[in-house]
């Protein structure tokens, strides 16, 4: 079969799959192709069991690989065929060097720059889907079009929008899509080709276009504000432990105001996930570069009050465990960073993990998804950590209960049954106040939630 345009996407991830995805089962006359270097992670595409646990997706990769989606290694031949290419490689935040910790370590996106380039004998449009600092376009673009072969490349920016959980959802109806590219009749040009294959199932009026530095930007400052809000409403949780304020019902009640809206208010132990702290570092690294000191500082706070969120609830813990959980059982309710998902990336777990270890205490973690990552997040642990898929039996002997991912299914566990199991006197820790508080109270468990008070037996 004649395909109307080849596309090609450089990285397989949690971004790179289900778009691609999405676009093939969306536009059947287009090929689609995804390639990554990482032969197991193609092999599981390939496979019954895709290597990303995301709602529905199984079913869009059923329908659409074989037709007009695969996925391989063979990058350079990839590359030779496509018309367009998405990348989408991984741009994890920089640990060596001239901002280690904070600037984005481009070294992924370079090295597929210059494969792009040595394997290119015809004019192509990349797409970053990654996201990059603002103007890295730029860069790409240099290094791109310093070529001899008379090859045009156009560099534009189209950044995902996508929540892990509900990757399909977002992909099918996004709030929008914003695809930069220059201003001159080139840029346009390849502009208009990536707003065409979008136009394939997202309403015009959905599909936002503008120059490639607002587009970069743009996807770095949706994040920030975002995570902007959780803080925002973290630190105001704390605030109301103080006061017998219900953080809940403040944010309920903010939330009512049309111009602040009730989403991304929820009061948690922290927000997780690969993109939030690492595009507000990145951004905090571009504003002290141009020398907006201020800004930098403003957007950091960000990064800090969420950090001082999960120092606050480990804390708490030991606090009103009568300080020391040595030795104590201590099971955490979920691992990944949401629920939805086996992602455990900056996973507030993560951290109150490592934190209860240091005092000693014996954790045992429990998730319906994430076990696998969370092996592989703690596989320097040597004592002090079990895994564990059934809640129930993670529970039994444990002096306390930390809920840190909102999975549906702890909310409608036997609580009555694990309060039986338990040591006593038991505790519940719920750090995304999803349980029924006053219920487990009743039961006899001591519970204390995020920006609430606490309600205790003694
Ligand atoms: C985020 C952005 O939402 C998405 O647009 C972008 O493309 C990638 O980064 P993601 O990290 O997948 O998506 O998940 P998101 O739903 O934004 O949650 C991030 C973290 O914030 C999670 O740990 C979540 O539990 C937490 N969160 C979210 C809260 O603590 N409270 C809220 O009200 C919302
Ligand atoms: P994201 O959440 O942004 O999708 P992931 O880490 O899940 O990030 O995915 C990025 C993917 O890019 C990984 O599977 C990685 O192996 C792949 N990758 C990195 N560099 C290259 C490269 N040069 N060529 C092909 N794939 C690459």
Not at 102 to 112: F, G, P, R, S
Not at 233 to 244: D, F, G, P, R, V
Not at 312 to 320: C, E, Q, S, V
Request: proline share 3%.
């Amino acid at each position: 079969m004649k395909f109307e345009k080849n596309i090609l996407c450089i990285g397989a991830g949690y971004v790179g799959g289900p778009t691609m995805s999405m676009i093939a089962f969306k536009c059947p006359q287009y090929k689609v192709t995804v390639v990554d270097i990482n032969q197991a992670r193609i092999d599981a595409w390939n496979s019954d069991v895709i290597p990303i646990y995301e709602p529905g997706l199984d079913d869009l990769v059923k329908k659409t690989r074989g037709r007009n989606l695969f996925f391989s290694t063979e990058t350079d031949k990839g590359i030779r065929e496509a018309d367009l290419i998405f990348v989408s490689v991984n741009t994890p935040t920089k640990t060596f060097g001239q901002g280690a910790g904070k600037a984005a370590d481009l070294q992924y996106w370079e090295k597929t720059a210059r494969q792009i380039l040595a394997n290119s004998d015809s004019d192509k449009i990349i797409i970053e889907k990654s996201t990059l600092p603002v103007r890295t376009a730029e860069a790409m673009e240099r290094i791109l079009n310093a070529n001899s072969k008379g090859v045009h490349f156009e560099v534009l920016s189209n950044p995902e929008f996508l929540a892990e959980g509900s990757a399909v959802q977002d992909l099918e109806a996004p709030d929008r899509v914003l695809v930069g590219s220059r201003e001159t009749t080139e840029g346009i040009a390849a502009r208009r080709t990536v707003v065409d294959i979008y136009a394939n199932w997202v309403p015009r009026n959905r599909i936002i276009e503008s120059n490639v530095w607002s587009a970069e930007l743009s996807k770095l400052t949706a994040n920030a504000f975002l995570a902007q809000r959780i803080s925002s409403i973290n630190s105001i949780s704390a605030l109301c432990e103080k006061t017998e304020a219900d953080v809940d019902e403040v944010a309920y009640a903010i939330g009512t105001d049309s111009r602040i809206g009730p989403r991304f208010l929820k009061s948690s132990v922290g927000f997780g996930g690969s993109c939030f702290q690492k595009d507000i570092l990145n951004l905090v690294y571009i504003c002290h570069t141009y020398g907006l000191h201020e800004v930098a500082d403003y957007w950091e706070s960000v990064v800090k009050i969420n950090q001082w969120q999960q120092r606050r609830f480990i804390l708490n813990m030991l606090g009103n465990m009568f300080n020391t959980v040595a030795g104590k059982r201590i099971a955490l309710f979920g691992f990944a960073f949401k629920a939805n998902t086996g992602d455990t990336r900056e996973s507030p777990a993560l951290a109150i993990t490592r934190g209860l270890l240091e005092e000693r205490a014996d954790i045992i973690i429990t998730d319906p998804q994430a076990i696998p990552h969370a092996k592989e997040d703690l596989k320097d642990v040597k004592h002090g950590l079990t895994f564990e898929s059934d809640p129930y039996q993670a529970a039994k002997g444990a002096h306390a209960i930390a809920v840190m991912t909102e999975w549906k299914l702890y909310a409608e566990l036997d609580y009555q049954r694990i309060f039986e199991s338990m040591q006593q006197p038991a505790f519940i820790f719920d750090g995304r106040n999803v349980l029924d508080h006053r219920k487990l109270f009743k039961i006899g468990f001591n519970v204390f939630a995020i920006g609430k008070m606490p309600l205790k037996h003694f």
